[in-house]
């Protein structure tokens, strides 16, 4: 579990493919603090397992599964990552819940100054837009973000200057994809609205959110 809260900007050491899989090293300095073999760090959002390390960095492997589903795969040598360490018991929460599981990869679309912040519209695979809402949290490349406006193909956040300057989103442009993880509650919420609807079905020969429905649950 991790809390979206870039710890550090990491650079890509060197890149190894097969026919789907990846090997990449990471150089890296704050993470590597009382780093352990099999440690989970998130790697622009995405959950991976430490397999070595050294004083300055470390190497994960990439399933076939995570390169289909990821950005990782634009990845070589050089390029920047955003790096975070799992969640530890008692430290702060800051951000929100980021299990590391990329649900999908969007394309940012524009992005424009506004006052002190740079504002992103990020264009979204409708799998993955029908979980985020309007000031709801959003993970974009394992950051953890507020979403500021929705439209029918995506949706936009608001960046502060020191979001900008600690993580990649600096040298993020127009066209470049980027991880996406919408809120887990979401799809919690969703899971459980399916299995009752199902049941309602099966029961009373209907479906649907109704306020009956809601009020029963606890939504209202």
């Known amino acids: 579990m991790f809390t979206g809260i870039i710890e550090e900007i990491g650079r890509i ?22 780093v352990r073999l099999g440690d989970s760090i998130a790697v622009n959002g995405t959950c991976l397992t430490v397999t070595r390390f050294d004083e300055n ?7 076939p599964e995570t390169v289909a589903k990821t950005a990782l795969k634009q990845l070589s040598p050089g390029s920047a990552v955003n790096l975070e360490r ?18 999908g990869v969007g394309t940012i679309t524009s992005r424009k100054p506004f006052g002190n912040a ?18 709801g949290s959003v993970a974009i490349d394992g950051i953890s973000l507020t979403v500021v ?21 600096q040298y993020k442009k127009v066209n470049d994809p980027v991880n996406l ?19 309602q079905e099966q029961t009373h020969g209907r479906s649907g959110v109704t306020e009956a429905f809601l009020r029963e649950n606890g939504f209202m």
Request: aromatic share 10%; glycine share 8%; hydrophobic share 45%.
């Open 181 to 199: 993880e919408a809120d887990m509650m979401a799809k919690y919420i969703e899971r459980f609205l399916s299995a009752r609807f199902q049941g």
């Open 118 to 135: 740079v504002v992103f519209e990020v264009e979204t695979p409708q799998d993955v837009l029908k979980y985020i809402l309007p000031k």
């Open 86 to 103: 799992a969640m530890a018991a008692g430290d702060r929460f800051g951000g929100h819940f980021v299990s590391g599981h990329v649900d």
């Open 149 to 169: 406006d929705l439209s029918d193909k995506g949706f936009s956040v608001s960046i502060i200057p020191h979001t900008l300057k600690e993580t990649i989103l």
């Open 57 to 63: 960095g470390f190497a994960v492997d990439v399933m």
């Open 13 to 34: 050491r060197s890149v190894k493919k097969g026919p789907e899989w990846i090997e990449m090293e990471i150089s890296a300095s704050k993470i590597m603090e009382g």
